[in-house]
Nanobody, 125 residues
Framework: QGQLVESGGGSVQAGGSLRLSCEAS????????MAWFRQAPGKERERIAT????????NYADSVKGRFTISQDKAKNTLYLQMNSLKPEDTAMYYC??????????????????WGQGTQVTVSS
């Protein structure tokens, strides 16, 4: 297994933007589907954005659709989450995660079994 290291979190006012990065050492984006999750205090972890192998497709939770964009830079082996129009309810710890190689069920949250340490995002009103 490789290593996932997130960065880019911070504090921002509502309506602002942040871009999270996840350096994915030891991963090939042609082999692994990857996702961003978040967890707010007292709430369950939520998968908010998924990108399939070869960047064939992406999908988003309704809570972030139209505001967040997941992408990959193969040359840098880095996963990104561009977050625009941030809301106070976006406040959470954000994690990138990878599934097993050639996982066919990337649409299931339970298949993601390798995690970064997380980066905190705080949105003030």
């Amino acid at each position: 297994q490789g290593q996932l290291v997130e960065s880019g979190g911070g504090s921002v006012q509502a309506g602002g933007s942040l871009r999270l990065s996840c350096e994915a050492s030891g991963y090939s984006f042609s082999t692994y589907c990857m996702a961003w999750f978040r967890q707010a205090p007292g709430k369950e972890r939520e998968r908010i954005a998924t990108i399939y192998t070869h960047s064939i497709s992406t999908n988003y939770a309704d809570s972030v659709k139209g505001r967040f964009t997941i992408s990959q830079d193969k040359a840098k082996n880095t996963l990104y989450l561009q977050m625009n129009s941030l809301k106070p309810e976006d406040t959470a710890m954000y994690y990138c995660a990878a599934a097993s190689p050639y996982e066919p069920a990337c649409y299931l949250s339970r298949v993601y079994n390798n995690w970064g340490q997380g980066t905190q995002v705080t949105v003030s009103s």
